[in-house]
C-alpha cells in the first residue's frame, strides 16, 4: 500500500476505499504521520488527536465490511480551526488563556462532520480568539505560508488554511467573521467558503461576534468545497440563529449552466489594488466572459465605510463575548487573584495578548455611556446601508465578483506594529460578512514570484448553489 | 486627541483587564488612530436609517422556540471540570463578602 496523503481529494478518497487500495484506518494513520512530519515547517496544526481519528476511521472501515454507505466524507483526512469545539480534544482558542481547555461537548459541525464518515487529525492553529489577518496572533507562534514559508498565510484561519494547501489535511473548518476564512485561502492558494449568515450552526463555536460569525470549509477544488458544506449546513436547534432554509444538493446545481450569467464588477473594489492582483482577477474575470457570462460595471457605494462599522461590531460584540474568561470557569486564574476583582484583572490582563485587548477595549469603549449612539448605533445603521447597496445590486446581476486581498501574502512581522493597517487589509471581505451573504475565495493564479491570488464570489442569500456553480465553471475552464 | 489615558484606563476598568504603564501608552496611540479613523462614519447621514442588530431572513417569530421539554444536559462534573478552582460541586472564588 502506497498512498499519496498530500494529494487526496473526496472523490479519490471514496475510490481508494471503494477499490480496496487502502482501509480508512490505513489512510488515517498514513495522514497523522505525514501530518506530524510536515507540521514544523508552517506549524499550522496546534495538535493532534490520533486516537480520535482512529476512532472514527474504524467506523468508517466497519460500516464498508458491512456493505453499508460510509457518508459523504467516509475516511476523509479533516482539520478542524482550533475555535471548534471536539468533545476531549484540548481547546486552545490560540489563547494562553485556554491553553489547558478541555471542551465537554462536541459542535454541532463536528458531530456532522464526524457522522458522515469524516475523519478529524487534529486542531489548526489560528490568531487568538479568531482576531486577526496574519495568525500572528497566536500564542502559540505564526503559521508559516505553505506557498512562500517567510510570509503570512492570511488569518485568522491561518492554519486551516494551511493544512489544505501543504497536503496534511484534505478539507478543513475555519471561522470567518471579517474575512478569516477567505483571506488565508487566497493567500494559500485554497478554496475558501464563507456561508450565508445562518447556514451553518455556531453550536460549539467559541462565539467572537455572534451577529458575524461564520464556520466555513476550505478545500482544494470547489466540489471538495461544495460537498463539506453540504454535510455541516442546516437547522440545527442548538443554534437559534441558524436557518431553516433547506440544504440543496451543492454537487448537482454545480454542473449547471453559467451561459447568461450576469456578474458584476463593483468599481469601489478595483481602485488601489497591487496591480499583479488586478491583472489576474482580470483574467479570470476574461474567462467568465468566454463562459458565456455577461459582464457589467455597478457599484456598491458604501464600501468606503465598511472597515470603520465592521471594526465598531465586532469589537463592541467581542468584548461582551470574551466578559467569560474571568478566571472562573476556564482553566486559568491568576496568582494575583486575592479579591473577586483582582482575579478577574489581572486573570484577564496576563491572560490575553495585545489584539484581544486591543478589540476588549475598543468595544468596551464604543458601548460606553456616551459613546454608544456615536459609534455602535451608528455602525450598525451604515451596516444597513452596506447590506442595502447589495440587495439593489443583485437586483441587476446574479454574481458580484472581487477581489479577496488588496495584495498577496505579506511577510510576517511586515503588518503586526500597525494594527490600523491591519485593520484595512479586510477591506474586501468585511463587507460581505456585514450583509451576511454567501461569498468564496477562489484561486485564480499566481503573482510573478509565484504567491497565490484569490478572486472573491458572492451572491444572494442562500444562493451557495450559484456561488459554487459559477466558481466551478471557472475551475474548469481554467485548468 | 480622540482618547486620553485616564480615558483609557477607565476603559480598561470597565473592561476589568489590568494593562501595565507602557500597555496603557500603546494603546492609547492605537485607539486614538482607530478612532480616528472610524470618524469617517460621520459623513454619512443616517437620520433615516434603521440599525442593523442582525442578518435577517423570512421566518415566524416563534420559528426559533422550542418546546419546553426536559433533556439531558452537561453533568455537574463536566460542567466544572475546567474551572481552576472547584469543590463541591460549585466554582470556587476568592472571598466576596468580609463578615
Known amino acids: 500500500m502506497s498512498i499519496d496523503a498530500a494529494g487526496l481529494t473526496i472523490s479519490a478518497v471514496r475510490r481508494g476505499l471503494q477499490e480496496k487500495r487502502f482501509s480508512a484506518c490505513e489512510l488515517a494513520k498514513e495522514a497523522l504521520r505525514f501530518a506530524e512530519r510536515e507540521n514544523p515547517k508552517t506549524n499550522a496544526y496546534l495538535h493532534f488527536c490520533p486516537e480520535r481519528a482512529l476512532e472514527a476511521a474504524r467506523r468508517v472501515d466497519e460500516a464498508l465490511a458491512r456493505g453499508e454507505h460510509p457518508g459523504p466524507l467516509g475516511g476523509v483526512p479533516v482539520a478542524v480551526k482550533d475555535v471548534i469545539v471536539a468533545r476531549g480534544v484540548r481547546n486552545t482558542c490560540g489563547s494562553r488563556l485556554l491553553a489547558n481547555y478541555i471542551p465537554p461537548y462536541d459542535a454541532t459541525a463536528v458531530i456532522r462532520l464526524e457522522q458522515a464518515g469524516g475523519v478529524i487529525l487534529g486542531k489548526t492553529n489560528c490568531d487568538e480568539f479568531a482576531m486577526g489577518s496574519s495568525t500572528e496572533n497566536s500564542a ?31 478539507v478543513s473548518l475555519g471561522s470567518d467573521t471579517g474575512g478569516s476564512i477567505r483571506q488565508p485561502a487566497a ?62 444538493d451543492y454537487h448537482a446545481a454545480m454542473s449547471g449552466e453559467v451561459r447568461g450569467l ?10 488601489g489594488l497591487a496591480s499583479e492582483t488586478g491583472d489576474q482577477i482580470m483574467k479570470a474575470v476574461e474567462v467568465l466572459n468566454r463562459l458565456g457570462c455577461q459582464v457589467v460595471d455597478i457599484s456598491l457605494p458604501h464600501t468606503e465605510y465598511a472597515i470603520s462599522a465592521y471594526y465598531i461590531i465586532c469589537t463592541a460584540e467581542a468584548s461582551s463575548n470574551l466578559a467569560r474568561y474571568d478566571g472562573v ?15 478577574y484583572r489581572s486573570t484577564r490582563g496576563e491572560g490575553f495578548g495585545a489584539e484581544c485587548k486591543r478589540r476588549i477595549m475598543l468595544g468596551t469603549y464604543v458601548l460606553s455611556h456616551g459613546y454608544y ?20 445590486a443583485f437586483q441587476q446581476v446574479d454574481a458580484i465578483v472581487t477581489p479577496v486581498s488588496p495584495f498577496p501574502a505579506f511577510k510576517l ?39 497565490p491570488i484569490g478572486m472573491q464570489i458572492l451572491t444572494k442569500h442562500f444562493d451557495e448553489a450559484g456561488m459554487f456553480r459559477l466558481a466551478h465553471a471557472y475551475e474548469q475552464a481554467a485548468g | 486627541m480622540k482618547i486620553t489615558q485616564d480615558e483609557v484606563r477607565y476603559v480598561a476598568d470597565l473592561a476589568n483587564l489590568r494593562l501595565t504603564d507602557e500597555e496603557i501608552v500603546r494603546m492609547t496611540h492605537d485607539l486614538d488612530e482607530i478612532l480616528t479613523h472610524m470618524e469617517k462614519l460621520n459623513e454619512l447621514d443616517t437620520s433615516q436609517v434603521e440599525p442593523m442588530a442582525q442578518v435577517l431572513y423570512e421566518a415566524e417569530e416563534t420559528a426559533t422556540l422550542r418546546q419546553d421539554q426536559e433533556k439531558p444536559t452537561l453533568s455537574n462534573r463536566d460542567a466544572l471540570g475546567c474551572a481552576p478552582l472547584g469543590g463541591g460541586g460549585y466554582f470556587k472564588v476568592p472571598l466576596v463578602i468580609e463578615r
Open chain 1, 413 to 451: 512581522g511586515e503588518k503586526l506594529s500597525d494594527p490600523l493597517e491591519m485593520y484595512l487589509s479586510d477591506i474586501y471581505t468585511i463587507t460581505g460578512d456585514l450583509a451576511g451573504i454567501p461569498c468564496m475565495s477562489l484561486p485564480c493564479g499566481t503573482t510573478a514570484n509565484g504567491l
Open chain 1, 262 to 271: 450576469k456578474i458584476g464588477l463593483p468599481k469601489e473594489y478595483y481602485a
Open chain 1, 373 to 392: 449612539d456615536a459609534y455602535y448605533l451608528k455602525a450598525q445603521k451604515v451596516r444597513s446601508l452596506i447590506t442595502r447597496d447589495f440587495q439593489q
Open chain 1, 140 to 170: 502559540f507562534g505564526p503559521v508559516r505560508n505553505p506557498a512562500a514559508l517567510d510570509r503570512v498565510p492570511g488569518g485568522s484561519s491561518g492554519g486551516s488554511a494551511a493544512v489544505v494547501a501543504q497536503g496534511t489535511a484534505v
Open chain 1, 329 to 343: 470557569r476556564y482553566t486559568i486564574r491568576s496568582s494575583c487573584s486575592e479579591t473577586l476583582t483582582d482575579m
Open chain 1, 187 to 248: 493567500f494559500c492558494g485554497v478554496v475558501g467558503v464563507t456561508p450565508t449568515y445562518g447556514r451553518v450552526s455556531r453550536y460549539g463555536l467559541v462565539a467572537f461576534a455572534s451577529s458575524l460569525d461564520h464556520i466555513g470549509p476550505f478545500a482544494r477544488n470547489v466540489s471538495d468545497a461544495a460537498g463539506l458544506l453540504k454535510v455541516i449546513a442546516g437547522r440545527d436547534e442548538m443554534d437559534s440563529t441558524s436557518a431553516f432554509a433547506p440544504v440543496p
